[in-house]
């Protein structure tokens, strides 16, 4: 199956700053997922990210704030703009679990995001 | 999406046998059912998928009726390491065969000594 490398693992950051969020997959994928999971909540879907077009943002998500970069078919990166303490939480990228299996998912270990 | 009710948390005793039921009423026909574990500090992890009847792997069971309303992922002789939460997903298509899935709020076990 597929395997994910994420970075950072942790940050703590200043709020006002943005923080950009890197997602390494060890083999070719087309859609590559970013997920937010608040502290003892369940995720939620941030945006879906395909590569060589524009990511699809979930209701209450906006570019503006969670830009996407998609260059490759192993890569992607998610920025948390302009951060506030409410910004606070895991932020997870998510791949299909292997190729052709198109109805399971493998996740990266998150990105826990402290915003002071 | 089909929303997905599951209960919130569940004891056992190490040993168990342990079974968590997902309802999922508005399940379309198109759907799978999906059940993902997720330690602390860690991403989900794909556990087993079904679309009916029973599925069993190394890790657990799947039972799902015929009316595919609801779904009991079952973990035989549970550990201590077993301690997680558990998510049932259903999700539908995004036209290229790849799967929309929505996280509900999932079932905290804890597994006592």
């Known amino acids: 199956s597929a395997v994910i490398s994420q970075k950072p693992s942790r940050d703590i950051c200043q709020r006002g700053t943005s923080l950009t969020i890197q997602c390494q997959v060890d083999?070719?994928?087309?859609?590559m997922f970013w997920y937010r999971q608040q502290p003892g909540q369940s995720l939620t879907l941030i945006a879906t990210?395909?590569?060589?077009?524009?990511?699809?943002?979930e209701s209450g998500f906006v570019i503006d704030k969670f830009p996407i970069s998609r260059p490759n078919l192993t890569f992607s990166t998610l920025t948390v703009s302009n951060m506030s303490p409410e910004d606070s939480s895991i932020y997870l990228c998510?791949?299909?679990?292997?190729?052709?299996?198109?109805?399971?998912?493998?996740f990266g270990s998150g990105t826990r995001l402290t915003v002071v | 999406l089909a929303k997905t009710t599951q209960p919130i948390s569940m004891d056992s005793y190490e040993g168990q046998e342990v079974n968590i039921t997902c309802s999922h009423n508005?399940?379309?026909?198109?759907?799978?059912i999906t059940w993902y574990q997720q330690f602390p500090s860690q991403g989900p992890r794909f556990i087993i998928q079904g679309y009916k009847t029973k599925v069993t792997n190394e890790v657990a069971s799947l039972f799902i009726p015929a009316d595919r309303k609801s779904s009991t992922l079952s973990l035989p002789r549970v550990s201590l390491s077993d301690t997680a939460v558990y998510y049932c997903l259903v999700g539908d298509s995004f036209g290229g065969g790849y799967q929309k899935v929505t996280f509900g709020t999932g079932t905290k076990l804890q597994v006592i000594p």
């Open positions: 998510s791949v299909e679990l292997s190729k052709g299996f198109n109805y399971g998912y493998t």
């Open positions: 508005n399940i379309a026909t198109n759907d799978y």
């Open positions: 083999s070719q994928v087309t859609m």
């Open positions: 990210a395909n590569q060589g077009s524009e990511a699809t943002y």
